[in-house]
């Protein structure tokens, strides 16, 4: 059954402590995306991958570091840096013009 | 700079009526689109887009019509279904660089009424 998975679902982590976020895809996409979204707004792009090893940053890129070492994972990790980390994460895989999401991790800083 | 405008934060429907929801753009660039429905703590859902070179994408109750010259297109749902009350949103592929990176609007929250 092939799909996009986030896990955990939920994650609550203490202030000033670093956190990685998974999100596994077995489509075979080449492309993978981090998007945050807070109450109100739309989604924001954080990091992206076109590629196996190789990332670029999005517009929030502050506060937060990817890696792609395999084609079916692009693991975020949400650095102590980022002032307000709290927010619903969306992980997401294209292979042409349509991106398809996973179910997302809501992460609550304490 | 906001390039893709969702303006109106939410939409009341009543059930078997069309819902209509707006999204403008700035950038004429911008080559294809797509609308996404979101449930709440779930991740968005692809529903329907439309490439520049056309005007009406039509899927089942879902029709997505693009008018270039006023950078504006609009979903229109008929007939919508208590189950289509949620977050929807549109996007934009900005394929300026060839990042395949999309731009999407704030979202419009959808109510439909039985």
């Known amino acids: 059954d092939g799909g996009i998975t986030q896990s955990p679902k939920y994650l609550f982590r203490k202030e000033g402590q670093n956190v990685t976020l998974s999100c596994e895809q077995n489509?075979?996409?080449?492309?993978m995306y981090w998007y945050r979204q807070d109450p109100g707004q739309g989604l924001r792009l954080i990091y992206y991958?076109?590629?196996?090893?190789?990332?670029q940053k999005g517009d929030i890129a502050e506060g937060y570091s990817v890696s792609r070492e395999k084609k079916e994972s692009f693991p975020l990790t949400v650095t102590s840096a980022q002032k307000n980390p709290t927010a619903f994460y969306l992980c997401?895989?294209?292979?042409?013009?349509?991106?398809?999401f996973g179910p997302g991790t809501r992460l609550t800083v304490l | 700079d906001q390039q893709v405008k969702q303006n109106s934060p939410s939409l009341s429907v009543q059930e078997g009526r069309i819902s209509i929801l707006n999204c403008d753009y700035t950038?004429?660039?911008?080559?294809?689109f797509l609308w996404y429905k979101k449930y709440p703590a779930e991740g968005p859902t692809f529903l329907i887009s439309?490439?520049?070179?056309?005007d009406k994408n039509e899927d089942g109750r879902f029709t997505v019509f693009l008018n270039k010259s006023a950078k504006h297109l609009s979903l229109h749902i008929v007939p919508s279904q208590p189950g289509d009350s949620a977050v929807y949103f549109c996007?934009?592929?900005?394929?300026?660089?060839?990042?395949?990176?999309?731009?999407f609007g704030q979202g419009t929250t959808l109510q439909v009424k039985p």
């Open positions: 997401a895989s294209s292979i042409s013009d349509t991106q398809y």
């Open positions: 489509l075979n996409h080449d492309a």
């Open positions: 991958s076109q590629i196996v090893n190789d990332f």
């Open positions: 950038n004429s660039m911008f080559d294809y």
């Open positions: 439309i490439s520049s070179i056309k």
């Open positions: 996007a934009a592929s900005d394929y300026s660089g060839n990042t395949g990176k999309l731009i």
